[in-house]
């Protein structure tokens, strides 16, 4: 598979950027926000995070399915510093590049989370948007999120990018996500459009 090299991808304030060492400071100062406290994605310690960078070189992930990973990337959110933002990353997000059943069923081509501190200024869904000219890029003409039902976030998130929810499925016992106390995913179908081609 082909990977692409993110150039641009700034909205305003918000720049999606590949996790690398020279923004692990920034990253751990969101996560040790006093609203950050307690939250899973933000019990992160700088040794995990130099771990993740060296791991995915580039936020790449060259995937291995029979291990349950799949090809994509993926990204910081980090808010531009001129802005003065209350933190200096808002959140993750990640692009799968799949067309596995497990992909458009249940975990989605998009995973996002936003750091409490951040929260209320639609940073998952402006995110998703600066991605969607990669997903062009790689041939997808619509993108699969799925969420919990009772994440009402994720799916006003899914309803301000204009995704539509097509069901709500429950999730087999066999399945990785079960094993982690998850039971049913709403699947929102998300057309990609036409958008600039990356380089």
Request: proline share 8%; with cysteine; aromatic share 12%.
């Amino acid at each position: 598979m082909r990977f692409y090299r993110l150039d641009h991808a700034i909205d305003s304030e918000l720049e999606l950027v590949v996790p690398s060492a020279r923004y692990i400071d920034e990253m751990l100062t969101a996560c040790q926000h006093p609203q950050s406290w307690g939250e899973q994605q933000t019990a992160w310690t700088r040794q995990q995070l130099i771990d993740f960078v060296s791991r995915y070189p580039g936020g790449i992930e060259k995937g291995d399915e029979f291990q349950g990973r799949w090809p994509g990337y993926y990204f910081w959110m980090r808010l531009r510093p001129e802005f003065n933002p209350t933190v200096p990353m808002a959140g993750t997000l990640s692009f799968r590049v799949s067309d596995a059943e497990q992909i458009r069923m249940y975990s989605g081509h998009i995973g996002y989370g936003v750091f409490p501190p951040a929260r209320g200024h639609h940073y998952a869904e402006r995110a998703v948007r600066l991605i969607l000219p990669l997903a062009r890029a790689h041939g997808m003409d619509h993108l699969w999120i799925t969420c919990n039902p009772d994440n009402w976030p994720s799916r006003r998130t899914c309803e301000r990018l204009g995704a539509e929810l097509v069901e709500i499925v429950d999730i087999p016992p066999n399945n990785p996500l079960y094993e982690k106390g998850e039971r049913r995913k709403c699947r929102y179908r998300l057309t990609v459009g036409q958008t600039a081609f990356w380089t």
